[in-house]
């Protein structure tokens, strides 16, 4: 919704809304998985962690991140205190810089925003339908390629 601008007004909320719902039952399932460990996959950091982080400071981004004082929201504080986590955290908030410009060039045909499976799914079902109907009538959304 904030860089596509496919959704605007009480559509983009009621979408938003959805959003932060789905997000905090997926904040809930991540909070059992860690249970009372340090880190996702063992005693130390890992892929397991390593796969978590880009979700969570993506959801903080957008206003729907876990609170400071949950438990997965002490684990994201140690992920992010993490050299390597900090230096990947800081790569992806600028390229986020980047995304003010995008929703002109969807406008205006030069980028087609692609649906694949899973974000055709969610906007189906956080009531995001009409949101790719538009799409598709004024042909600036895409669906993966087919190879033949």
Known sequence: MRWFKRAEGE???TIE??????????????TRQLGDKEWFGSEKFGWADLSVVPYLNGARGNGVGPSDDSVLGRWLARANGRESVKKSAQAAADSVRNMSQVAGAVQ???FK??????????MIRSGGLDVVLEGIKHNNI?????LS
């Not at 895409?142 to 087919?146: G, L, P, Q, Y």
Request: net charge positive; no cysteine.
């Open 142 to 146: 895409r669906f993966s390629n087919e």
């Open 17 to 30: 809304a959805a959003a932060s719902a789905q997000a905090r039952g997926f904040y809930s399932w991540l």
């Open 11 to 13: 559509r983009a909320r």
């Open 108 to 110: 205006s045909g030069m």
């Open 113 to 122: 925003r692609e649906y694949r499976d899973h974000r055709l799914e969610w």
